[in-house]
Nanobody, 120 residues
Framework: EVQLVESGGGLVQVGGSLRLSCAAS????????IGWFRQAPGKRREWVSC????????NYAESVKNRFTISSDNLKTTVYLQMSSLQPGDTAVYYC?????????????WGEGTLVTVSS
């Protein structure tokens, strides 16, 4: 059974930094991508970033480019989202998801999310 568990959310002040983690288990192939998404209160879920851990390929939404960095550990079982220069607009529940085909277009498994609150 594939499981994705997010952690690292919390309360941070404007301009601060936070690192989210996504621990993936139960998937035996190296052919996958991990994406981060977020959903702010009253808004639709939006894509943030993707990584293909086996190739190190990454991409980002324009709203987070140059502020957020996605990476994976050497074992490729944990994906991180380093967030800096955080703004109130970054407040959201952040989800990680796994795709066996196309990230962010076709995600197969989802975590339960971790809340990030940016206070001014």
């Amino acid at each position: 059974e594939v499981q994705l568990v997010e952690s690292g959310g919390g309360l941070v002040q404007v301009g601060g930094s936070l690192r989210l983690s996504c621990a993936a288990s139960g998937f035996t192939s190296d052919d996958y991508a991990i994406g981060w998404f977020r959903q702010a209160p009253g808004k639709r879920r939006e894509w943030v970033s993707c990584i293909v851990p086996s190739e190190g390929l990454t991409n980002y939404a324009e709203s987070v480019k140059n502020r957020f960095t996605i990476s994976s550990d050497n074992l490729k079982t944990t994906v991180y989202l380093q967030m800096s220069s955080l703004q109130p607009g970054d407040t959201a529940v952040y989800y990680c998801a796994l795709s066996t085909s196309s990230c962010p277009g076709d995600m197969d498994y989802w975590g339960e999310g971790t809340l990030v609150t940016v206070s001014s």
